[in-house]
């Protein structure tokens, strides 16, 4: 069975940082694309920042470009997201997804989910 969790969510005020991690099972992420994902309340889910498993490329939001960083430990079979600077609008639920696709941008380009992780805020 795939499974991903997500955790490290939580509240947070304007300007400070938070990190999340993605712990996945049935599946080995040096295999697989992995990318994170949010969705606001009335908005459509958005990638937020993407690494790939074959070729050495990042992708990552242009909100979020410079204060979001993706990272891969393969031997923990985790991919975490550290968020600094962050802003109210980045309030979401986050979201880890995985896909065999050598890279990918798109929520359908994506196979496997995580069921999120709350992040709210402050201002």
Not at 91 to 115: I, K
Request: net charge positive; with cysteine.
């Amino acid at each position: 069975q795939v499974q991903l969790v997500e955790s490290g969510g939580g509240l947070v005020q304007a300007g400070g940082s938070l990190r999340l991690s993605c712990a996945a099972s049935g599946l080995t992420i040096s295999s697989h694309t992995m990318g994170w994902f949010r969705q606001a309340p009335g908005k459509e889910r958005e990638s937020v920042a993407v690494i790939g498993w074959s070729v050495p490329r990042t992708y990552y939001d242009d909100s979020v470009k410079g204060r979001f960083t993706i990272s891969r430990y393969s031997a923990k079979n985790t991919v975490t997201l550290q968020m600094n600077s962050l802003k109210s609008e980045d309030t979401a639920v986050y979201y880890c997804a995985a896909t065999s696709r050598d890279m990918a941008y798109t929520v359908a380009d994506f196979g496997s989910w995580g069921q999120g992780t709350q992040v709210t805020v402050s201002s």
